[in-house]
């Protein structure tokens, strides 16, 4: 025993971790308690998410939960700001690592395409579904879904070295957008992902054809940061 004391004091370097504080703890709690509803979302959809299947999917007891979110309606109001912020990182992520080479519309269609293969698009439709007849929760996403949206103009806009023509760019991906999630939402149907991808490839011909002449003479190239104009 004084042998372990004593090699214990010869290691000054070797420490605990300080010990995270109550708010540090509470705001852990809460992430894994939106994190789980955002997976219940994805899995059970918006009827099939309740308090219970949450604080199951976090890992807590009822109560735990209850201390933080006192019912669904507080879960997922919270959620939704907590997913469109996760929605955002994933934006800046995979649209940050893209690069155009040879074909630049090509390899933005692409690049969103992939985006929105992402089970965060998911929760977020089943957000915007149940919006339709919950004028609450419609008001909630109405609140952040733009920030979502502006992120993909943005990383869109960084490529585009002539400001001037910048608009006629984020018009295109509102259109590609607006396009490939209908795709997407008709596809939950019957899923089917290969045949949903070759619809959108169909639909992105027909997309670059429609923007024929606007586009046609952009300068579009690989550049680093972030750029462009906030739209919604």
């Not at 979110?69 to 995979?94: C, P, Y």
Request: hydrophobic letters at 40%; a positive charge.
């Amino acid at each position: 025993m004084l042998v372990c004391k004593i090699i214990g004091m010869a290691r000054p370097g070797v420490s605990k971790p300080p010990r995270r504080t109550q708010e540090q703890r509470s705001n852990r709690m809460r992430a894994r308690l939106l994190d789980a509803t955002i997976d219940c979302l994805v899995e059970y959809g918006y009827a099939g998410t309740t308090a219970a299947r949450v604080a199951e999917r976090a890992g807590v007891t009822r109560g735990a939960q209850v201390h933080h979110f006192g019912s669904k309606t507080d879960l997922v109001t919270a959620a939704i700001s907590h997913l469109a912020q996760r929605r955002t990182e994933a934006v800046i992520r995979e649209l940050g690592r893209l690069r155009v080479g040879e074909d630049p519309l090509g390899a933005m269609l692409e690049g969103m395409w992939e985006l929105h293969q992402d089970p965060l698009f998911i929760a977020a439709v089943e957000l915007w579904v149940a919006g339709r007849t919950d004028p609450a929760l419609a008001a909630e996403v109405r609140k952040v879904e733009p920030f979502v949206n502006n992120a993909v103009l943005l990383a869109v806009s960084r490529l585009v070295p002539d400001e001037m023509r910048r608009k006629d760019v984020r018009d295109f991906t509102y259109t590609a957008m607006d396009t490939l999630r209908g795709i997407l939402v008709s596809n939950f149907v019957s899923a089917d992902a290969e045949r949903a991808h070759r619809r959108w490839r169909r639909a992105s011909q027909q997309l670059r054809s429609a923007a024929g002449s606007t586009l046609s003479d952009i300068d579009i190239t690989d550049r680093d940061g972030w750029a462009g104009e906030m739209d919604d």
